[in-house]
């Protein structure tokens, strides 16, 4: 999964007073797109050496480190004559060799995000500082505190015997499926998070509700949480029509196309049709 980058080493402990060095990893984002410097066949962050304007005064943000690199969260576009060096869609992570890039650039993402939608109190309204001993942002009108936001989410595996519950979210491509997912609501358990969205996404009812394992996903800010369920194939599937285009059962021997194993989605539905789920 995105996460599996051993033996590189990510470590996301906050170093307020680190400082940029020339090969210091630096991230600078727009919108949907991350800059990033093509090396060969490999796409991989950029140093900082890459970018001559770059100084102390530059408005940056320590992130974390890579393999003991700091990496930097740049705001203002960095300049460079480096023609190798350009703007590339997130998505990118999903076919990249390099994964230990990836996932620094899409973690970066999820933290470039959080700060983004905090530079203003959610409370009183003035401009957030950052923390001096941790990541966190604060007000200095009311002293109200806000800390990275990650969502939790269940995505469950259905079963029954040897098939399968998949289902074709709306915004997918054609032909694309996977497992049943959501966030979990205020209140919830995570087993009745995964009760509840079944039941709202595909009308099943399940039973034997257990843990798989889970998966940070930076791209929505989220913590899926996998699970394992059963279900009673002859009940009958309802789909809500919103979120869900189609649902049906597929046994092992005959999978529609599914998410690469960077997703847990992808690898609970390949452990599934190799037996092994």
């Given at each position: ?24 990893l ?43 690199v ?22 990118f992570?999903?076919?990249a ?16 995000n ?77 087993e ?86």
């Amino acid at each position: 999964m995105i996460q599996d980058i051993f033996p590189h080493r990510f470590d996301n402990h906050f170093q307020p007073d680190e400082m940029m060095s020339e090969q210091d990893l630096i991230l600078h984002y727009k919108d949907n797109t991350l800059l990033l410097k093509t090396n060969g066949d490999e796409l991989v962050i950029p140093r900082k050496k890459d970018f001559p304007n770059l100084t102390l005064q530059t408005h940056s943000t320590f992130l974390f480190t890579l393999n003991d690199v700091s990496c930097f969260l740049i705001w203002d576009e960095p300049e460079t004559d480096d023609t190798s060096v350009s703007f590339h869609e997130i998505s990118f992570f999903r076919t990249a060799s390099r994964k230990e890039m990836a996932f620094a650039g899409l973690v970066g993402y999820h933290l470039r995000n959080w700060y983004a939608e905090h530079r203003f109190c959610g409370r009183c309204g003035h401009k957030t500082i950052h923390k001096a001993d941790e990541r966190a942002l604060k007000c200095p009108e009311c002293k109200a505190l806000f800390f990275p936001k990650i969502s939790p989410a269940i995505i469950v595996a259905i079963t029954c015997g040897d098939k399968i519950l998949l289902a074709r979210n709306a915004n997918f491509t054609v032909g694309r499926y996977s497992l049943v997912a959501g966030y979990a609501d205020v209140g919830e358990t995570l087993e009745e998070t995964v009760i509840r969205e079944v039941k709202e996404e595909v009308g099943l009812e399940v039973k034997n509700i257990r843990y798989y394992k889970s998966q940070p996903w930076p791209l929505s800010g989220s913590m899926m949480v996998g699970f394992i369920a059963e279900a009673d194939e002859n009940q009958p599937i309802v789909i809500d029509e919103h979120e869900i285009a189609y649902a049906a059962w597929f046994s092992r021997e005959n999978l529609p196309d599914y998410p690469p194993a960077v997703s847990i989605a992808g690898e609970m539905i390949g452990k599934f049709e190799r037996g092994e789920l």
